[in-house]
């Protein structure tokens, strides 16, 4: 899940707010029921007059009889999106998107967690391409994507033929999510291990090193890398410089 409203920091998302401004993006909401949206409409209204009371939303059809002309979905659709554009990020921006998922809190990642729980059928705490199939199709997806075992391939960084709960994490985060400015930074600051505003070469390798980060990375040499990520050239990669890695949509052409 995430937000209605949507910023890069805090006074960005209130600007938002004040516009009063949504909507509901197809990709995310096309098996989402009426009776859900209207819901959700009647309890943002910008007058507070014309907003839903908790009696009011309580009340409601969705509430009351639990979605009546919903179908059965479990899983939304902008879920397979996240997974294929993990593929294309650079190594840097992966283990960023590890550190990132594991210091969520548990209400943050609830509804990831969930969704893993769905597809994971046997409860093993691995999903395999038949599990991931049979979750789509559930999704109300009607066709398979053709790509779907590369995807698979591409999220499993440690070759066992599964996804576990780390890499789906890892891949499945929402970008309007992890993007704010202090998510990045809190990632940032445990790169930037000697505290000096910036990531040298030698933190780089010290951070990607690590087993745990190393399964989701995969593999890239430090100095492609650091030129890939490094905007002016002097070797290091300031905030600015991670937050720019962040915000961007992949290197489908690039190393990974």
């Given amino acids: 899940g995430y937000p209605p409203f949507f910023g890069d920091n805090d006074a960005a998302v209130l600007a938002q707010v004040r516009t009063g ?5 197809e990709r995310d909401w096309k098996n989402v029921s009426p009776d859900a949206k209207h819901l959700i409409t009647c309890l943002l209204k910008f007058n507070p007059s014309d907003r839903y009371s908790a009696a009011q939303a ?18 939304q659709v902008g879920l397979l999106d996240n997974l294929r554009n ?9 283990a960023a998107l590890h550190v990132i998922a594991s210091q969520m809190n548990e209400k943050e990642i609830k509804a990831l967690r969930d969704t893993f729980m769905a597809l994971d059928d046997n409860g093993d705490g691995l999903l395999t391409v038949h599990e991931l199939k049979e979750g789509l199709q559930k999704s109300g997806l009607k066709e398979v ?7 698979m391939e591409d ?23 992890y993007i704010k400015e202090d998510v990045c930074w809190s990632a940032f600051r445990l790169f930037d291990k000697n505290g ?12 990607l090193a690590d087993d745990e980060v190393e399964k989701i990375a995969g593999v890239q040499t430090i100095a492609q890398l650091l030129q890939e990520v490094d905007a002016n050239g002097d070797g290091f990669i300031d905030f600015d410089e991670f937050m720019a890695m962040m915000r961007g949509a992949g290197s489908p052409g690039g190393v990974r």
């Fill in 21 to 25: 401004k949504y909507e509901f993006e």
């Fill in 58 to 75: 309580l009340s409601h059809v969705w509430i009351k009889n639990h979605a009546p002309k919903a179908k059965n979905v479990q899983l």
């Fill in 86 to 94: 993990f593929r294309s990020q650079n190594r840097l921006k992966k």
């Fill in 145 to 151: 994507p053709v790509d779907l075992q590369q995807i």
């Fill in 155 to 177: 999220i499993d960084s440690d070759g066992s033929g599964m996804i576990d709960y780390t890499e789906f994490l890892a891949a499945t985060l929402d970008k309007r999510n």
């Fill in 196 to 207: 000096d505003g910036q990531i040298s070469q030698e933190e780089l390798r010290e951070v």
